[in-house]
């Protein structure tokens, strides 16, 4: 599958993503371990801890996405869809691919705001020993959401073109 996704700078692009996303789970993951034991041998949990996990899941879940969208791996109904002839589903596909890229460019452009606001006024998270700073966080957001709106963007190009079954091949035959 990696090597199929090598082949497109969108896919390397979507599979970096997702790397570095796996790659914080981990990190996380080590943090909740040293912040648990901490806690339970010594009463004294790890400073900063929760800040950080609050931010990093945020940062995560918008990290994976592109991936699950160039994947189709988003959830849905297909109710109405299986029903439906070719020309139709065409229809359907596009105006959910419609509506992916307008809800993920909304969230970037609302988010705009914020992230300048955190970086303008240096926001943090966090008392004492460690203040975890919110922006990269919020303009994390919007880069990934401009990336998932250009990913719903690329689907709608591949299939009105023809492209969108040899891409779907692809995928499926990796």
């Not at 890229?101 to 705001?113: I, P, R």
């Amino acid at each position: 599958m990696a090597e199929q996704l090598k082949r497109k700078p969108i896919g390397r692009v979507a599979q970096a993503t997702h790397i570095v996303s796996a790659a914080w789970v981990l990190v996380l993951a080590v943090i909740i371990f040293i912040d648990v034991c901490g806690r339970y041998f010594f009463g004294l949990p790890l400073l900063g801890a929760t800040e950080i996990i609050k931010n990093s899941v945020v940062s995560i879940t918008f990290l994976q996405l592109p991936l699950a969208i160039y994947r189709d791996g988003m959830i849905r109904t297909t109710i109405v869809y299986d029903l439906a002839n070719a020309d139709w589903k065409r229809i359907l596909r596009s105006i959910t691919n419609l509506l992916g890229l307008l809800f993920f460019v909304g969230t970037a452009f609302s988010a705009w705001g914020p992230a300048l606001e955190a970086l303008g006024v240096s926001e943090y998270e966090g008392e004492g020993a460690l203040r975890v700073p919110t922006y990269p966080v919020r303009f994390l957001v919007i880069i990934t959401s401009l990336f998932a709106a250009y990913v719903y963007f690329y689907l709608i190009y591949l299939d009105w073109t023809g492209k969108l079954e040899a891409h779907e091949e692809e995928i499926v035959g990796a």
